[in-house]
């Protein structure tokens, strides 16, 4: 459903084809510190969307910057990572998502 599944069986099935010897080896190793890497990011958000009002901040400023929903799209699907632009992004979303609340009451 989220896609991911696709995004680790290509990552992985080639490393699966990739042979035997040295080169075959290290690209085995190069694809497992990728799903390392990968793994930790989407273990991150994953626990951070148990926050609503961090829901609220992604989908806030994936409506209004495009690099941001690419950022969320590639972090659920393929090999996206929780970058500093992203993290920024979310905060503005936050800030700009509570003085909406701070305007309305």
Sequence with gaps: MTGEGIY?????RAAVDGGRGDVAARYRGAVRAQLNTHLHHTWLA?????????VEAGITSAAH????????VELGLGGGRLTARLA?????????????RLKGH
């Design 8 to 12: 680790y069986a290509a990552l992985t």
């Design 46 to 54: 994953a626990r951070l969307t148990t926050r609503p009002a961090i």
């Design 65 to 72: 910057d495009q690099r941001t929903f690419d950022d969320l």
């Design 88 to 100: 920024a992004s979310l905060a503005c979303g936050l800030v700009r998502n509570q003085l909406i």
